[in-house]
């Protein structure tokens, strides 16, 4: 079979792992311009794997299978190098949060580093390179994917038996134009991540690092909204991230450059309802508002004590900001942020406080805006040849749930076609 894979990220990584033994013909399409790139794969940054069943996607993908492919990335790093720890695996640290109205989320995590994904990535590429099969095509774009007539048409020119769309969600102009064909496809739509990223010395979170270094909480706050923690990195950086129209922001941590703070997103989740149903437009336009006001390609930063009483902050005092100081601006995020969202990151850190002392500090910092997006759910039985998978497929969020489900359907294709 003559076969596309479009994108070269995590979910195209589990598939190709799977079919790079057959005879099947693979054509990888990369919109980036080769393998060293700053835009390929959501594989660039932190690299956190977990294994949980707990979060990370929608799909079902058992443990041991997320631990094997955990191991698969640890062995293309060539040296093993990695830590790793157990979220909420004590009763005590259990307890202490479930005793506060938190729900503590139970995970194994492994982290690579920033500073080793690139190897990591290379080495994966170099050997999928060097099969006969498997041919790769950087710097094009895919704008058009039409299942016609049993074949699939791509960029209405290259015809394949079969193809799968691995664009995460960096690709969702492609997703877009292709649920505009067939808008069918499209089973959910509803949800968005808005909130703050946290930056605060490691000394007040030193105990939680060292006993688990990620801790994912949620929150069922007095406004109703659910609030949970995100992505947290021991002795990490603040960075941000560029969308094209607007700007957010992230963190990461390193194996070795270590930085004395520690940072976390504190996210609300947001489900709109009939007959609104825009949740990306809604996230965009708080995003822009907040570079609006901080001006060009900027984000607002703020002391917590300002961020709560809503005024702007002048000076920072004694908690030293890992953002590039060219990347901020000193203000405040109310004159950004809903009512609602606001009041629910406050109560979430004020709360937070009586399991963690000194996470309110007055001049602990909030870097604004941190928006997660989810992509819209696809249905992905609409078409036998042509399939969704990993991030754009609106069913996974983390890079082992991407490459399960790269790895899951590739699994499907063999025992369907052989
Ligand atoms: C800054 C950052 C940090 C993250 N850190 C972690 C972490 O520590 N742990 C974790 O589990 N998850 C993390 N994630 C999420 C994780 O990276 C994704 O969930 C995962 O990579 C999704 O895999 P994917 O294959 O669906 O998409 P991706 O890995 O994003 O790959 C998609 C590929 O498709 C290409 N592409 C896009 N559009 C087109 C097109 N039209 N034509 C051709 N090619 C195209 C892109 O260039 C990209 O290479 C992070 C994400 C970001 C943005």
Redesign the pocket.
């Given at each position: 079979m003559k076969i596309a894979v479009?994108?070269?990220?995590?979910?195209?990584?589990?598939f190709i792992e799977i079919m790079k033994e057959t005879d099947h013909e693979i054509h990888v399409?990369?919109?980036?311009k080769d393998i060293y790139?700053s835009?390929?794969?959501?594989?660039?940054?932190?690299?956190?794997?977990?294994v949980s069943k707990e979060m990370?996607?929608n799909i079902d993908v058992d443990l041991k299978l997320q631990k094997k492919l955990v191991d698969y990335y640890i062995d293309k790093s060539g040296n093993g190098e990695v830590e790793t720890g157990k979220s909420f695996k004590t009763k005590d640290y259990y307890e202490k949060f479930y005793a506060h109205g938190f729900l503590p989320v139970r995970s194994d995590f492994y982290?690579?580093g920033t500073d080793q994904l690139k190897q990591v990535l290379y080495n994966i590429f170099e050997d999928f390179k060097s099969r006969k099969n498997i041919h790769f095509h950087f710097s094009?774009?895919?704008?058009s994917v039409k299942s016609l007539n049993g074949q699939v048409i791509i960029n209405e020119k290259e015809k394949f038996d079969y193809a799968i769309v691995?664009?995460?969600?960096?690709?969702?102009?492609?997703i877009t134009n292709i649920t505009k064909d067939s808008p069918e496809l499209i089973i959910y739509n509803k949800k968005i991540d808005l909130g703050i990223r946290y930056e605060v010395p490691d000394h007040i979170v030193n105990e939680l690092n060292s006993e688990m270094y990620e801790f994912k909480v949620k929150y069922k706050c007095k406004t109703g909204y659910m609030v949970r923690t995100f992505?947290n990195n021991p002795s990490g950086y603040v960075?941000t991230?560029h969308y094209g129209d607007f700007v957010t922001v992230?963190g990461?941590a390193k194996l070795k450059d270590k930085s004395t703070n520690t940072n976390f997103a504190i996210l609300t989740t947001v489900e709109l309802t009939q007959p609104f149903n825009d949740p990306t437009g809604f996230g965009s336009y708080i995003a822009k508002l907040s570079n609006l006001l901080a001006g060009d390609e900027k984000v607002i930063l703020q002391t917590y004590a300002k961020f709560r009483d809503s005024k702007r902050t002048k000076h920072l005092y004694r908690v030293k900001p890992t953002l590039d100081e060219k990347k901020y601006i000193l203000g405040d995020i109310n004159l950004a942020f809903p009512r609602r969202i606001i009041e629910s990151i406050i109560d979430f850190i004020d709360n937070l406080d009586n399991v963690i002392p000194g996470i309110s500090g007055e001049d602990n910092l909030v870097y604004a805006p941190e928006i997660k997006f989810y992509s819209n759910v696809l249905d992905n039985s609409k078409f036998h040849n042509l399939k969704f998978?990993?991030?754009?497929?609106g069913l996974?969020?983390?890079?082992?749930?991407?490459?399960a489900?790269?790895y899951i359907t590739g699994k499907e294709l063999l025992n369907e076609f052989g």
């Amino acid at each position: 079979m003559k076969i596309a894979v479009i994108g070269f990220g995590a979910a195209a990584i589990g598939f190709i792992e799977i079919m790079k033994e057959t005879d099947h013909e693979i054509h990888v399409f990369e919109k980036s311009k080769d393998i060293y790139s700053s835009s390929i794969s959501g594989i660039r940054a932190d690299g956190k794997l977990f294994v949980s069943k707990e979060m990370g996607g929608n799909i079902d993908v058992d443990l041991k299978l997320q631990k094997k492919l955990v191991d698969y990335y640890i062995d293309k790093s060539g040296n093993g190098e990695v830590e790793t720890g157990k979220s909420f695996k004590t009763k005590d640290y259990y307890e202490k949060f479930y005793a506060h109205g938190f729900l503590p989320v139970r995970s194994d995590f492994y982290h690579l580093g920033t500073d080793q994904l690139k190897q990591v990535l290379y080495n994966i590429f170099e050997d999928f390179k060097s099969r006969k099969n498997i041919h790769f095509h950087f710097s094009q774009t895919i704008e058009s994917v039409k299942s016609l007539n049993g074949q699939v048409i791509i960029n209405e020119k290259e015809k394949f038996d079969y193809a799968i769309v691995a664009v995460g969600r960096s690709g969702h102009k492609l997703i877009t134009n292709i649920t505009k064909d067939s808008p069918e496809l499209i089973i959910y739509n509803k949800k968005i991540d808005l909130g703050i990223r946290y930056e605060v010395p490691d000394h007040i979170v030193n105990e939680l690092n060292s006993e688990m270094y990620e801790f994912k909480v949620k929150y069922k706050c007095k406004t109703g909204y659910m609030v949970r923690t995100f992505c947290n990195n021991p002795s990490g950086y603040v960075v941000t991230e560029h969308y094209g129209d607007f700007v957010t922001v992230n963190g990461h941590a390193k194996l070795k450059d270590k930085s004395t703070n520690t940072n976390f997103a504190i996210l609300t989740t947001v489900e709109l309802t009939q007959p609104f149903n825009d949740p990306t437009g809604f996230g965009s336009y708080i995003a822009k508002l907040s570079n609006l006001l901080a001006g060009d390609e900027k984000v607002i930063l703020q002391t917590y004590a300002k961020f709560r009483d809503s005024k702007r902050t002048k000076h920072l005092y004694r908690v030293k900001p890992t953002l590039d100081e060219k990347k901020y601006i000193l203000g405040d995020i109310n004159l950004a942020f809903p009512r609602r969202i606001i009041e629910s990151i406050i109560d979430f850190i004020d709360n937070l406080d009586n399991v963690i002392p000194g996470i309110s500090g007055e001049d602990n910092l909030v870097y604004a805006p941190e928006i997660k997006f989810y992509s819209n759910v696809l249905d992905n039985s609409k078409f036998h040849n042509l399939k969704f998978v990993g991030d754009c497929s609106g069913l996974t969020r983390s890079i082992i749930y991407a490459t399960a489900h790269g790895y899951i359907t590739g699994k499907e294709l063999l025992n369907e076609f052989g």
